[in-house]
């Protein structure tokens, strides 16, 4: 889905787990996530800290689609 | 004359552990054959036993890749094996990718055979198909009954260094290396039936597939996140509370379009996810954790990007087939184009 | 155009005092058909010699494999423009010598002659170790040009494959068929109204320097792509006149017996409505390529077709004549499949072809060339050992110390049909 909508001209970042399959499959923006069934989010945390965690994510994200690539590239948080 | 030693790797609901909800155990090992275990050591007869299996979670192998692999081989090493197989994984994503990964660190580090098998479309297979060979199998476990033998009976010629014919000969997935064998038809014959099957609109298989180059250039950044219109989409499956258009829980017909005009957070009260591959527990509890809607409202207002589309778009991508998703995302993609939506940001579980 | 072939099997040849065809078994005086090759001031020496199936026989370096036909009515004689006179041929009657060939072989002429082993591993790899093969052996003159001792021994091979046909004259036939091609207003025939058009793009090799064909005696080189009848074929109106990759070049022998052909001929009129045959060449000119290929799709056009089949001839850049040849029917809304080889390197992991294109979604394949076969020594050579080392798909210490022969698919005659002649694949 990734390169189908970045094949239309959208910018799309990638937030997932298993990035290996993400770099496979073809997608250019990549932040690896916290966990398969909560990729924002650690339920261990408390509600503020797990809200921290999903802004730095999403911050990563937004930065991913603010900087220039020329190939596949993972922004590690 | 002594069998072949055997190391097997399957994963915690083939361990009988458990489903989902045991997704996040670490690996074990036990002695003998454990589960489809049993039907390989039917299958493989006088040759080879095995030994031990690993049995691991899904969710803790591939969280935890390196510690994973790392477990994983120096409990191989301990029992000096002949052979390694792991799976079936059919079409279970993370099994298939630690299958994939795992065969590959035994075959790289212990120098030692490697097998494992699962359906062509799985993740793992496009990783590993030209690493590890890797039975082609049918996309459930209901295939276990012809997945086995045809696993058995590749694993031993691997251990016994017998020579591997052309995939169609033996079964596994195209590996990238082209090998002879003799078809039973001439050429000519195997020209005229394909093209008769062309003509006649039905499915047919070329012998040679062209190489395809698909990679998507990147397309270029924001400049001005500011004013940018920020769209999410997902294959985690979140839905509205009740699952109004019933998107499946594996290999989805479709996706939906969600309106979240006026949404600040997401609610286990007014959403839910409907992907069956995972423990939809954490989901379920906050949706937010896999569509981050809190966080960019919450920017939206503090003015940190333009405006968060009204709409997000989802579906469950958990057996779904690489030709759904393409046709799901390239709708998607015109309804963003039609609404001047700037970037995504895709999550996938 | 109609013809009716006549087929004798034969089933042993040996050596006596007269020319004939007894019983099935071929007799032969060698005097007086090796007369008209000794004429020829370029060859030196020439004599017979002969290999069974079955026997530990290695010929080699191997020319060209011919098939001895005679036709017996009908306008022209076999070979026309090469043999006999240009006369239109493919209709009345032909007979044919099946289960046997003359093969021309002796020192080489280009560094693409191959080997026919008529046992062991590379038997398997070969139609023509299944065959009764007289084999020509040749030696030219010391002084010589390379394109004119192919001549004279690609002329050689054609007269005696033609003066032993003549032997099947006045024989009666085993197996008889009747091969029957229709005419453009016939095609169109009510009964076959719903049948698909279907047409064979046949793909010739024509990239000079020892690597031509020849169509009714013409250079195919200089010659924009056209129609010829499936019989006018079976009377060897085309001809191999190229030493390529032995693996891969289509000797007369595969010309005359085309399975393409056969195999539309087979179902033409009951699953299929095959309308005819587009002959046309691979030149090393882009021009000509594009020109070619242009032109065998306006052809196809004419034609009608719903769909064809393209067999190629070589490797290399007569790729993209075979992608050129297959897209712009694809986008006419012709369905093809199209045969080729591959070259995929010794470890199988290289690229097959040198051109693609993902409209080529039918493709047949006759196996990967460079895969690497040992051949077991064998007792006789006919012909000559010293250019294993040299010839296509050998290396420098293919030929080992014990005869045996470890080298790439490549050299082995026939090995890998573009014709879809083998039942050979690879995946």
């Known amino acids: 889905m990734v390169k189908e909508i970045e094949r239309a001209g959208i910018p799309v970042v990638h937030i997932c787990t298993v990035t290996p399959i993400s770099m496979t499959v073809g997608a250019n923006r990549i932040v690896p996530a916290i966990a398969i069934p909560h990729p924002l989010g650690n339920p261990e945390l408390p509600a503020d800290e797990e809200y921290e965690l999903r802004r730095k994510l999403v911050d990563k994200a937004l930065e991913a689609l603010s900087t220039e690539v020329d190939d596949q590239t993972i922004f590690e948080v | 004359m002594s069998k072949f030693k055997v190391v097997h790797y399957i994963n915690q609901f083939f361990g009988q552990v458990g489903g989902e909800e045991m997704a996040h155990i670490p690996a074990e090992k036990r002695k003998g054959p454990v589960g489809p275990g049993l039907a390989f050591t039917k299958n493989f007869g006088d040759d080879a036993e095995i030994v031990a299996t690993i049995v691991c979670g899904d969710s803790w192998f591939n969280e935890n890749l390196e510690l994973a692999t790392e477990t994983v081989l120096a409990m191989v090493k301990e029992e000096s094996p002949d052979l390694f197989i792991a799976g079936p994984a059919f079409n279970a994503g993370r099994y298939g990718v630690a299958c994939g990964t795992i065969c590959d660190a035994v075959q790289t580090e212990l120098g030692i055979p490697v097998l494992t098998g699962m359906y062509v479309e799985n993740p793992g297979a496009d990783m590993f198909r030209t690493k590890v060979l890797i039975v082609s199998t049918a996309d459930s476990a209901a295939g276990m009954r012809r997945a086995v033998p045809a696993m058995a009976k590749l694993a031993l010629k691997l251990v016994k260094g017998e020579r591997i014919g052309a995939s169609v000969e033996e079964g596994y997935i195209p590996d990238g290396v082209r090998r002879n064998f003799f078809d039973k038809k001439r050429g000519s014959t195997r020209a005229l039936e394909m093209l008769l099957k062309k003509i006649a609109g039905e499915p047919f298989e070329t012998e040679y597939p062209m190489p395809t180059f698909d990679r998507v250039p990147p397309m270029p950044a924001i400049t001005d996140m500011t004013k940018a219109t920020i769209a999410i989409v997902t294959s985690g499956g979140i839905v509205p509370k009740g699952n109004p258009d019933r998107i499946e829980s594996s290999s989805a017909s479709k996706y939906g379009s969600y309106n979240i005009e006026g949404v600040d957070d997401l609610t286990s009260e007014t959403y839910e996810t409907a992907h069956g ?21 919450q920017y939206e207002k503090e003015g940190k990007i333009g405006k968060l589309h009204d709409w997000f778009y989802s579906t469950v991508g958990n057996g779904t087939a690489v030709a759904s998703s393409k046709k799901y995302a390239a ?9 001047d939506v700037d970037a995504v940001v895709l999550t996938s579980t | 155009m109609k013809l009716e ?26 005097e007086p058909l090796l007369e008209p090759v000794l004429e020829d001031p370029l060859i030196k020496s020439a004599h017979f010699e002969i290999a069974t199936p079955g026997e530990s026989i290695r010929i080699t370096p191997v020319k060209d494999v011919i098939e001895p036909r005679v036709k017996v009515e009908g306008g022209g004689g076999v070979f026309p423009g090469m043999v006999s006179k240009v006369d239109t041929v493919g209709s009345g009657k032909t007979h044919v010598l099946r289960g046997m060939a003359v093969v021309t072989a002796g020192p080489i002429v280009g560094f693409q002659e191959g080997i026919i082993d008529m046992t062991g591993v590379g038997a398997d790899y070969t139609p023509f170790s299944k065959l009764h093969n007289l084999v020509l052996v040749m030696e030219p003159v010391e002084d010589f040009k390379q394109h004119e001792y192919e001549a004279a021994a690609r002329l050689a091979g054609l007269r005696t494959a033609a003066a032993i046909g003549e032997l099947a004259r006045e024989l009666v036939p085993d197996e008889t068929v009747v091969y029957e091609t229709p005419t453009i207003a016939e095609s169109f025939k009510e009964e076959w109204k719903d049948l698909p058009r279907v047409g064979y793009v046949m793909m010739l090799q024509s990239q000079g320097l020892l690597h031509d064909t020849y169509v009714y005696g013409v250079d195919a080189k200089r010659t924009l792509s056209t129609l010829i009848s499936a019989t006018e074929v079976m009377d060897g109106a085309i001809v191999s006149g190229n030493c390529v990759s032995a693996c891969d070049k289509n000797t007369t022998y595969h010309h005359q017996n085309n399975p393409v052909i056969h195999d539309l001929l087979a179902v ?30 306006k052809m196809a056009r004419y034609l009608s077709l719903d769909a064809a089949i393209i067999t190629q001839e070589g490797f290399g850049n007569p790729d993209t004549d075979l992608i050129m040849n297959c897209t712009k029917l694809e986008k006419q809304g012709i369905k093809t499949v199209i045969i080729t080889d591959e070259y995929a390197g010794q470890d199988g992991k290289s690229q097959s072809l040198a051109d693609a294109d993902e409209l080529a979604n039918a493709v047949v394949t006759g196996g990967n060339a460079n895969e690497v076969v040992v051949l077991p020594p064998l007792d006789r050579v006919i012909g000559t050992l010293d250019y294993v080392d040299t010839v296509a798909g050998g290396h420098a210490g293919s030929l080992r110390p014990d005869g045996s022969i470890e080298a790439e698919l490549q050299i082995i005659t026939g090995s890998t049909n573009e014709m879809g002649f083998n039942r050979m694949s690879a995946r």
Do not use: M
């Open chain 3, 5 to 30: 072939v006549g087929y004798i099997d034969i089933k042993g040849i040996r050596f006596g005092d007269y020319n004939a065809v007894e019983d099935g078994i071929l007799i032969v005086n060698p």
């Open chain 3, 268 to 297: 033409h009129g009951k699953k299929i409505n095959f309308v005819g045959t587009i002959i046309t060449n691979e030149n090393v000119y882009l021009d000509d390529k594009i020109r070619s290929s242009d032109w065998t799709s």
């Open chain 2, 331 to 339: 709708e998607i993609a015109e309804k963003l184009i039609s609404y």
């Open chain 2, 277 to 297: 591959g995972h423990d939809p527990v954490y989901a379920n509890e906050d949706a937010d954790r896999v569509i981050p809607v809190d966080v960019l409202r």
